[in-house]
């Protein structure tokens, strides 16, 4: 088997520069692994449609390509400043009023009706990704004063951002619980909610547990989210790290240190940890992107992220197969490079948070336990592949946290579980038949592992299954040689 494989995945966005059903395909083909739909722009229904092309084409290409719809959250948007837009310059005052309205470089509406009740002196404001912030100087009965620290040009109707622990509306919002009715029904994936800042914001849902229910993906992009981190990740089934609202709630030099600590602590839960926000901008125009941001991209996979995310760069960008072509090379030659013994010996003291002593936390244990046994005979051995069979998806998430060396190759019979295998590190989805005895389904295993060039005869693999059928948990590791 060849070392160059790449293990971390790639999240693409789609939009009006990729949703026909040639450029998905084509995307598909360059190395996405799984498909965004950013709900905070265009209809459900259009959204619906592209939901749709997705799945024709992972149908005609016989693999498994994730769906996930990203809801808007409680966003906040200023009043439209026409297409030419205006420019704002640096240490001008601006007058902020609520209202939907139109907006000039001198007053801007907020559609906020609590804007005045919610922010407070000294409050920073920004607009689109940051890329214009403000200082509030003024607050009155009639409206709000801000001087603009970096200015910019703006258009359209950006987004405005008030810190998270100022606004006064709860996540999900109704539109959200809408959005996710159609999608449920639609059969989608995941499920990214935005704004988090409690797991009980998270639970609001309401959705039935992966994976009869879609996985549930909490970004997190607040302060709030940072501060209660631990039972956000518990409560979710992957955290997305949105580096741009976390770059304006937190100071800039903050942000790194803030991605490697959350990117640990989903790993040590054994939770995709996907990074995302601005990783190959420049490439919405230019056909490679600058060194900064193949460094970033490098960095985001040494610091043992499952997925890597593209937004713009694929939505609207001149050639989102070529940006697709790009993230993958880059995150194969960094898996290469991967320290995977630095990165055990990371988890090793971390793996205790995933493991405890409440009620039904027996069977993780167990799972703990053996993945971990698992990536120590894999490598003792010299195992070509690790194989799992996984009725959730759960086991396979499991080992990913270890970072083997060996591919993982993730066994169900649940198309829902290998589509939400699609972000799993590492991992390649594969579908089995059915849950049987041990020896049935290993047998079946290993032979589709073998006919699907996964492995050769006379490969060393480690095998990770339930007893049976009926088996709640993983509780059997082998050792085999492929027939």
């Not at 449609?49 to 084409?57: G, T």
């Not at 640096?90 to 309205?101: A, H, K, S, V, Y």
């Not at 083997?404 to 019979?413: A, C, D, E, Y």
Request: aromatic share 4%; net charge negative.
């Amino acid at each position: 088997m060849p070392n160059a494989i790449r293990r971390t995945k790639i999240l693409a966005t789609v939009g009006p520069a990729s949703e026909s059903t040639d450029v998905i395909h084509e995307m598909a083909l360059a190395g996405m692994d799984a498909v965004r739909l950013n709900l905070s722009h265009g209809s459900v229904e259009h959204a619906l449609l592209i939901h749709r092309r997705v799945r024709e084409v992972a149908h005609e290409m016989g693999r498994p390509i994730g769906t996930l719809v990203d809801l808007p959250g409680p966003k906040v948007r200023a009043g439209t400043f026409g297409v030419e837009g205006a420019e704002l310059a640096d240490g001008q005052t601006i007058r902020l009023e609520p209202g939907n309205g139109e907006s000039s470089a001198h007053v801007i509406q907020v559609d906020y009706e609590p804007l005045l009740d919610s922010v407070q002196m000294g409050d920073r404001i920004s607009f689109g990704d940051g890329g214009i912030d403000c200082e509030v100087i003024y607050t009155g009965r009639q409206h709000l004063e801000a001087v603009v620290i970096h200015g910019g040009h703006i258009s359209g109707r950006p987004g405005v951002h008030i810190p998270a622990e100022r606004l006064r509306i709860n996540t999900p919002t109704p539109y959200d619980l809408q959005i996710l009715d159609a999608f449920v029904d639609e059969g989608v994936d995941m499920v990214a909610i935005s704004f988090v800042r409690s797991a009980h914001d998270i639970r609001r849902l309401g959705t039935e547990p992966h994976p009869r229910g879609p996985l549930v993906v909490a970004k997190v992009e607040t302060r709030a989210a940072v501060e209660n981190l631990a039972g956000i990740i518990d409560a979710s089934g992957a955290v997305m790290i949105a580096r741009g609202d976390l770059g304006i709630e937190y100071a800039i030099e903050e942000v790194p240190h803030l991605q490697k600590m959350i990117t640990r602590e989903c790993i040590a839960r054994g939770r995709p940890a996907i990074t995302a926000t601005q990783m190959l901008e420049s490439m919405v125009h230019a056909p490679t992107p600058t060194r900064a941001e193949a460094t970033d991209v490098t960095n985001a996979v040494f610091d043992g992220s499952s997925v890597v995310m593209l937004s713009g760069e694929t939505a609207v960008g001149s050639d989102p197969v070529n940006v697709i072509a790009t993230m993958a090379r880059l995150c194969e030659r960094a898996d290469l490079q991967f320290d995977a013994a630095a990165w055990a010996r990371l988890v090793a003291p971390l793996r205790t948070a995933e493991v405890g002593h409440a009620h039904g936390d027996d069977e993780r244990a167990v799972t703990d336990a053996m993945t971990s046994a698992a990536t120590r005979v894999a490598s003792s051995v010299d195992a070509t592949a690790i194989l799992c069979l996984t009725r959730s998806g759960f086991t396979v998430r499991a080992m990913a946290r270890f970072r083997p060396k060996q591919p993982i190759l993730g066994f169900s019979p649940d198309e829902r579980v290998r589509q939400q295998l699609s972000v799993s590190w590492g991992t390649t989805p594969i579908e089995i038949s059915r849950f049987a005895d041990n020896e049935v389904m290993v047998k079946e295993a290993l032979e589709l592992a073998r006919h699907g060039g996964h492995v050769r005869s006379g490969d060393n693999v480690v095998v990770l299954a339930g007893t049976d059928a009926a088996s709640p948990t993983t509780d059997v590791l082998r050792v085999m040689r492929v027939p």
